[in-house]
């Protein structure tokens, strides 16, 4: 059995699972008196929701009958059948997520194997459960001391992807707050600034590509649908998308990595992303990735290099003068410029707010915080006692860490 073959029949499963239960519950819509206008199946009314327990126990009985389900791994399946209840569960949770949908084959691109075999990596080649050796195109050692625990294969336009995800036994402590500290606020003309008075832009790589994907996607209306050359030219858009994505997706590791050299601490603004992106920074800020940069990114590259990574709260940040405290009021959004009535301090926005997150961030891990003056440099003294204040003494912790830059072709 093979990847394709293993994919299919995951997307079998997942699909007759969900159809099991759609038919349970549309069963139940009439009154027990009367008759559907619909045609429905009748399923009897001591039967049991078809969750994940019970369709778990189901598919064990249906292997007996179908001897294909026995040729893929069971966990695999059942991580199947899991994704399908989180669907579910989901739906339930938020309905505006919309109903759960029947998978084909575009829409189905990934399964994860939870349990591995023993010695399952090899110079160039990984054996998968059920499957056996595969080749890979490998793009980095393996690491080292680390127990593989998982992997998850996925299918992108540029072929198939093997993902792994590795555990160390090594307890790593939580970083401490060091000397120079750094605040972040994301802007909606430029990407971020900081409280360094550094405006960063974004490349806009969307925007700037756009007249490249118009071009194929007018090309792509002029093919018949579903022919071999419109599959073609779909595929050719599907990597173009993924190549935007993997440029943003650099970029912005490049900037987190850029933001560590500078500061010990980094301090962030704590932003609900998903509401400030349908409002009118929606096009820019889904372009730059600024929330998955300031929530995931940023996080994980702060905890790889060993800096302090604090999120603050938000409000006021655009209203404070940074110079002298006061409280300037309101601004529209198309007011650039911070312009303070008190001690006549005028500097960017962006910045300015970029050092109120920064000055907050401070008090909140128990530096201080120099008084407000004139051109004021703010220089900040560690003190040992606040440190051990702000870190507490549980500094350790088994973490997990994870590699996705497995590169194979399968
Ligand atoms: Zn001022």
């Known amino acids: ?98 109903f759960p949908r029947f998978r084909p084959k575009n829409r189905f691109r990934s399964f994860v194997f939870p349990q591995l075999l023993k010695n399952c990596l090899d110079n160039g080649r990984v054996k998968l459960p059920s499957i056996g050796w595969i080749r890979i195109k490998q793009s980095r050692p393996f690491p080292v001391g680390f127990i593989p625990k998982q992997f998850q294969i996925v299918r992108k336009a540029s072929g198939y992807y093997l993902m792994i995800i590795f555990q160390s036994q090594e307890s790593v402590p939580d970083p401490i707050p060091g000397k120079i500290s750094l605040g972040i606020d994301a802007g909606i003309e430029s990407f971020i600034a900081t409280s360094s008075s550094e405006l960063i832009k974004s490349p806009k790589f969307l925007t700037r590509a756009l007249k490249k994907l118009k071009i ?109 405290g006061q409280h300037t009021g309101k601004k529209a959004l198309s007011q650039r410029l911070h312009v303070c009535p008190k001690c006549h301090h005028t500097e960017s926005r962006d910045t300015n707010a970029a050092k109120i997150i920064r000055d907050r961030g401070l008090v909140a891990v128990g530096h201080t915080v120099p008084e407000k003056r004139d051109n004021a440099v703010l220089g900040v003294s560690p003190m040992s006692d606040c440190r051990k204040k702000a870190c507490g003494d549980d500094a350790t912790g088994v973490k997990q860490l994870t590699l996705f830059n497995l590169v194979g072709n399968l």
């Open 216 to 324: 194929l996607q007018r090309r792509l209306k002029k093919k018949i649908k579903g022919s071999s050359n419109w599959l073609k030219l779909q595929n050719k858009i599907a990597r173009f998308h993924e190549k935007i994505a993997n440029t943003r997706r650099d970029w912005l590791f490049k900037i987190a990595h850029y933001l560590c050299d500078q500061a010990d601490n980094i301090f962030v603004e704590d932003i609900n992303f998903k509401s400030w992106s349908k409002g009118c920074a929606r096009k820019q800020s889904l372009d730059s990735g600024i929330g998955g940069f300031i929530n995931d990114i940023l996080p994980f590259i702060c905890w790889k290099r060993g800096k302090y990574y604090l999120k603050v709260d938000k409000n006021y940040t655009s209203q404070i003068c940074s110079n002298c």
């Open 1 to 98: 059995m093979n990847c394709v073959d293993l994919k299919q029949t995951c997307r079998s499963v997942y699909n007759y699972a969900h159809a099991e239960r759609k038919a349970w519950l549309e069963s139940r819509k009439s009154f027990v008196n009367r008759c559907s206008i619909v045609s429905e199946y009748i399923i009897p009314a001591d039967t049991p929701f078809p969750n994940y327990n019970n369709q778990a126990k189901a598919l064990t009985e249906a292997k007996n009958k179908l001897p294909h389900l026995k040729l893929v791994n069971a966990q695999t399946l059942q991580q199947v059948l899991k994704r399908l209840d989180k669907a579910w569960s989901d739906f339930l949770k938020m309905p505006e997520r919309g």
